[in-house]
Structure formats: structure tokens, C-alpha cells
């Protein structure tokens, strides 16, 4: 449950898809562009794949997960007037990493995770992996499947994939196969099946994934939004949002 902030809106940021520890993330350098707005924020929203286990630049998967928990730690500490409501993505979902989120959401008293999503007021976050294809949370969990023993990819992959980004065709392909009304049609179903009141109560519904960046994409009643990604030669897209103080909700 989040805090009661009495007698005024809640202020948030939304960000994913940092890819912390990969080469080809620039996740900590937008971070420091953000000081200001995360030292006005209520809350922060994680909204999936921070850490990056299969890029690592580090030696085991092993060893990216206990920075991973220190960085959260250090993150918790630098804004102390700020909630962190971690959602998983499908890069940071193995169950090695998430036994080590109980235990630090047991000793922070700031901080929580989602496994597939988050409601605070009328607002709902899910990481978006659920439009990589049709999916429902059956669909999604099996999509998952193949991310949670994840392994480090060698380094002379992670060089290849640099020299694909650098050449754009990372951006191209996520751009053709991620098109804004195809994303927010698979999201619309997928959140159908996963939470059936959702189109009730929801006026905006932020996702990561795609990196592929856009806001206020209006499809009905609903607003939908995209936080882009820190991968260097990609568009990284902040959003900040005020809602009325709510409780926190996950949902399957």
C-alpha cells in the first residue's frame, strides 16, 4: 500500500527499460538528467527491464543481481520523499532476482515490486512484454518462461548486437514491428483477460518494451503511453504524472 499523501495529488515518474549493466545502455546517464524530477517525486514507477541479465557486462548473472539489489538500495537512499514501485520486464523476471526483491522490499520500507503490474489510482503500469505478440497471462507467463534461468550472452555477441544499433537497425525493426495502434490493440487484450475492471477504472496506461517512445495515444476513455528505453540510438521517454492518493494494486 502506498502512503497517505493528505491534502494533495500524488507526483510521479515513469521510466523502463534502462538495460542497467549492458553496454549498450545509457541508462545512467539519463538518470543523472532526472535528479530534479525524482527529488519532486511522490513516486517512482520501474517500470520494467532496469537490469539487463543477458547483456551484463559483469561476470555472472549472479553477481549483476546483488549490484542490481545495491543499486535499488542506493537509489532508495538518494530520494528518501520518494515510493519505487518496481514492475518486471521480461528482462529482469528470473525467479533469481525476484526471491532477492522480497528480500529487499522486507527491508525497505519505500519500495515494492509487481511481477506483471501495478494500479495506483486511475492509473496502470505493466511493462508491455504482453505486446510481443496476442497474448493472455497464460500466453504471457509461458513468454516469460524463457527469460527466468536467463544466462549471459558472450561478448562477442553484445558487440555485434552495438554494431546493429549503431547502424539503426534495431530502431527500424522495433519501430515496424511495434507500431502504436498494434501496441496498444495486444495491450487492450492482453489487460482484458488480466484484469477484467480495467477499462472501468483506468484513464492512463503506461508501458515500456517496445522501445519505441509515444504519449497520449488516446484509444476511447483510456490514454496510453510509452517510456522508450536508455539503449543508446533508441528514445528514451520519461513521463511524469499526478494522480489522487490511491492504494497500490498488482494484478496477474
Known amino acids: 500500500m502506498i502512503r497517505s499523501f493528505p491534502s494533495r495529488d500524488v507526483r510521479g515518474l515513469a521510466i523502463s527499460d534502462l538495460h542497467l549493466f549492458a553496454r549498450r545502455s545509457a541508462g545512467e546517464e539519463y538518470l543523472k538528467s532526472l535528479r530534479a524530477q525524482l527529488t519532486s517525486a511522490d513516486i517512482l ?5 532496469i537490469f539487463d541479465f543477458r547483456w551484463s557486462t559483469l561476470a555472472s548473472v549472479e553477481i549483476t543481481a546483488a ?21 518486471l520486464g521480461n528482462h529482469d523476471c528470473p525467479a533469481f532476482f525476484s ?15 509487481h511481477e506483471y503490474g501495478d494500479r495506483i489510482a486511475t492509473a496502470l503500469f505493466v511493462h508491455g512484454d504482453c505486446t510481443h505478440s496476442t497474448m493472455d497471462p497464460a500466453a504471457l507467463r509461458r513468454f516469460r518462461e524463457d527469460w527466468d534461468n536467463e544466462r549471459q550472452y558472450s561478448p562477442w555477441l553484445a558487440e555485434a548486437y ?18 502504436r495502434r498494434t501496441t496498444v ?24 518494451h517496445t522501445h519505441h517512445p509515444f504519449s497520449n495515444y488516446q484509444h476511447g476513455d483510456i490514454r496510453f503511453h510509452n517510456t522508450g ?3 543508446r540510438g533508441m528514445g528514451f521517454n520519461p513521463l511524469t504524472f499526478q494522480l489522487s492518493a490511491s492504494p ?4 496477474n
Not at 542490481?68 to 519505487?84: D, F, K, M, Q, T
Not at 526471491?99 to 515490486?113: H, I, K, N, P, V
Not at 497500490?248 to 494484478?251: D, L, T, V, Y
Open 45 to 49: 514507477v520501474l517500470n520494467g527491464d
Open 67 to 87: 549490484r542490481a539489489v545495491e543499486w535499488l538500495h542506493a537509489l532508495h537512499s538518494a530520494y528518501p520523499a520518494c515510493e519505487i514501485h518496481y514492475v
Open 99 to 113: 526471491e532477492r526483491l522480497d528480500g529487499l522490499a522486507s527491508q525497505l520500507t519505500r519500495f515494492q515490486w
Open 162 to 179: 552495438l554494431v546493429v544499433d549503431r547502424l539503426g537497425l534495431t530502431r527500424a525493426a522495433h519501430h515496424c514491428y511495434f507500431p
Open 185 to 208: 490493440k495486444r495491450a487492450m487484450h492482453y489487460l482484458d483477460y488480466a484484469c477484467p475492471e480495467w477499462r472501468v477504472n483506468t484513464r492512463d496506461c503506461y508501458l515500456g
Open 229 to 231: 528505453s536508455a539503449i
Open 248 to 251: 497500490a494494486e498488482s494484478f
